[in-house]
């Protein structure tokens, strides 16, 4: 079993930046890749970003591309989202997940994840 609690989240003006922890459960956390989603109101939950078990292979949905950044730190059992450069579109609700994997692979699609946490709210104001 993976436990994942997201944190971090607030109300920022546009421009400015905010980070979000992620902290999971289990002394294999080298093994489990690790992703973030958002849902806005009105739409449906999307990629934001990505990470393997190592860190050493990551991915960004094109709307955040270059201001944020995904990071883990295994001895801590946790994941950052560094968001910079916060657009009014970026506020969501942003989610958490966890899949534990052999291979040093990142995932996509949600469908792809086993655990999720219970999201942290972003307000970007503009």
């Known amino acids: 079993q993976v436990q994942v609690v997201e944190s971090g989240g607030g109300l920022v003006q546009a421009g400015g930046s905010l980070r979000l922890s992620c902290a999971a459960s289990?002394?294999?956390?080298?093994?489990?890749?690790m992703g973030w989603f958002r849902q806005a109101p009105g739409k449906e939950r999307e990629f934001v970003a990505a990470i393997s078990g190592s860190g050493g292979n990551t991915g960004y949905s094109d709307s955040v591309k270059g201001r944020f950044t995904i990071s883990r730190d295994n001895g801590n059992n946790t994941v950052y989202l560094q968001m910079n450069s916060l657009k009014s579109e970026d506020t969501a609700v942003y989610y958490c997940?966890?899949?534990?994997?052999?291979?040093?692979?990142?995932?996509?699609?949600?469908?792809?994840?086993?655990?999720w946490g219970q999201g942290t709210q972003v307000t970007v104001s503009s």
């Open positions: 289990g002394r294999t956390f080298s093994r489990v890749a």
């Open positions: 997940a966890a899949r534990w994997t052999a291979s040093d692979s990142y995932y996509r699609s949600p469908g792809s994840y086993d655990y």
